[in-house]
């Protein structure tokens, strides 16, 4: 069973002040442990790769400055799963404080676990690049879905994976400035 909605938010330093219990269960469900350890801490601690961070800091700015809300479709997949959800972003009146609320639009169990995407797999020295919002890999310049990476690469004949590097493809980056 996956968690439906969770939310969370920050202050005007973009720290996180205060989450729900959907945030904990979700955590819980994807094995982050230190959850619990997050309130307090800057938003941008856990946004991997710094093209994620910086287009996701343009984002909240200009929610916080001139847009107002906004809707985005993003991807939160697992080893075993696939997630397309929902994230909201509001910002209170004089747009210091930020919230987010994201929903579960739909998930599907993988018929085999995709080890690419278990933190805990043993990794080699070649870097591969992932999407930090739709969860697509570069292969020889596209962007395509993890089993069809795992294909492309022969990764299941490899003793080890590669190193994985947080980007953003150039189908998020455009919607994303578009919000």
């Keep these: 069973m996956t968690t439906e909605a969770l939310s969370y938010a920050i202050d ?8 729900d219990r959907g945030y904990y269960r979700f955590a819980e469900e994807n094995g982050w442990a230190e959850a619990t350890t997050s309130l307090g801490r800057s938003l941008w601690d856990y946004v991997a790769g710094e093209e994620m961070r910086k287009l996701q800091r343009m984002l909240v700015r200009r929610v916080r400055d001139e847009v107002g809300d906004v809707e985005l479709p993003f991807r939160c997949d697992g080893p075993e799963v696939r997630r397309r959800m929902d994230i909201r972003i509001v910002a209170r ?16 169990e993988r ?14 020295e070649e870097i591969l690049t992932m999407c930090g ?28 994976l590669p190193a994985l ?12 400035l578009a919000a």
């Design 165 to 176: 590097s947080h980007g953003i493809c150039p189908d998020c980056t455009e919607m994303l």
């Design 111 to 124: 018929e085999e676990p995709q080890p690419l995407l278990d933190p805990e797999a043993p990794r080699g």
């Design 133 to 160: 919002w739709c969860d697509r890999f570069e292969v020889g310049g596209e962007w395509v879905e993890v089993e069809e990476a795992a294909r492309r690469l022969e990764l299941f004949d490899r003793p080890e």
């Design 93 to 108: 009146p004089g747009g210091r404080a930020v919230l987010f609320s994201a929903r579960l639009r739909a998930e599907e």
């Design 12 to 19: 005007e330093h973009d720290h996180l002040v205060k989450v």
